[in-house]
């Protein structure tokens, strides 16, 4: 069993709906977890980062960390056809250096 | 201001064949990564370097060697290709290895082994 969980996809969704995107993780020892946003043919840009439990919100985007239950999420408001890429959700432990462990990443198509 | 850069782009070995992939940033970071990214895989890490100087084994590193030629630059190198080593390869770099600084990520090199 992978130490990451992530539905590969592909989401299809139409312009304006609310997107969310998820992962599970089996390692209690995460605590930092981050969203990257990959478009097609490029490196993978960080998109949130959230330390231990809880919520935060940059614009249209919250991420989400439920640590009982080990698992993440990233919601997408008001869903734009430039937000169509791959998202990988990545996290590591406190210790380790800064090694990320990734999920497979799932791509979304949001559609005009 | 270039971030990371890579090259080559896009590389066609044969099995056996021997090749240095580069890397280099320019925002005065310390740490420097190697990734291979496979359909259904993920990113994995090969090699890290947490300061010039070091380096150190990630999750997949049999089949590669690394070199932190200076601060800036972080080369990868397959001694003899493989088809397994078709992948595309990913270079990043962060200020420092503690807790939790965000990792910028380069274009990558689509290398094809056949």
């Known amino acids: 069993q992978k130490e990451v969980e992530q539905d590969p996809g592909p989401l299809s969704v139409p312009e304006g709906a609310i997107v969310s995107l998820n992962c599970t993780y089996s390692n209690s020892a995460f605590q930092y977890f981050m969203w990257y946003r990959q478009y097609s043919r490029k490196g993978p840009e960080l998109l949130m980062y959230?330390?231990?439990?809880g919520n935060k919100e940059d614009g249209r985007f919250t991420a989400q960390v439920d640590k009982s239950s080990k698992y993440i999420s990233l919601f997408i408001r008001d869903s734009q056809p430039s937000d169509s890429a791959t998202y990988l959700c990545a996290m590591r432990s406190a210790g380790g250096g800064n090694k990320l462990t990734f999920g497979t990443g799932t791509q979304l198509k949001v559609e005009l | 201001n270039a971030g990371v850069t890579q090259t080559p782009k896009f590389q066609v070995l044969k099995t056996g064949q021997s090749m240095t992939l580069q890397c280099a940033q320019d925002?005065?970071?310390?740490?420097m990564y190697w990734y291979r990214q496979d359909p259904g895989m993920g990113l994995r890490l090969i090699y890290y370097s947490a300061s010039e100087g070091t380096t150190d084994k990630g999750e997949v590193p049999n089949g590669y060697n690394v070199s932190r030629l200076n601060k800036r630059e972080f080369s990868l190198r397959l001694e003899s290709a493989a088809p397994s080593q078709t992948s595309v390869y990913f270079c990043?770099?962060?200020?420092?290895?503690?807790?939790?600084?965000?990792?910028?990520f380069g274009p990558g090199t689509r290398l094809l082994v056949l």
């Open positions: 925002m005065n970071h310390n740490s």
């Open positions: 959230t330390y231990s439990s």
């Open positions: 990043a770099s962060s200020e420092s290895s503690g807790r939790g600084e965000t990792q910028y």
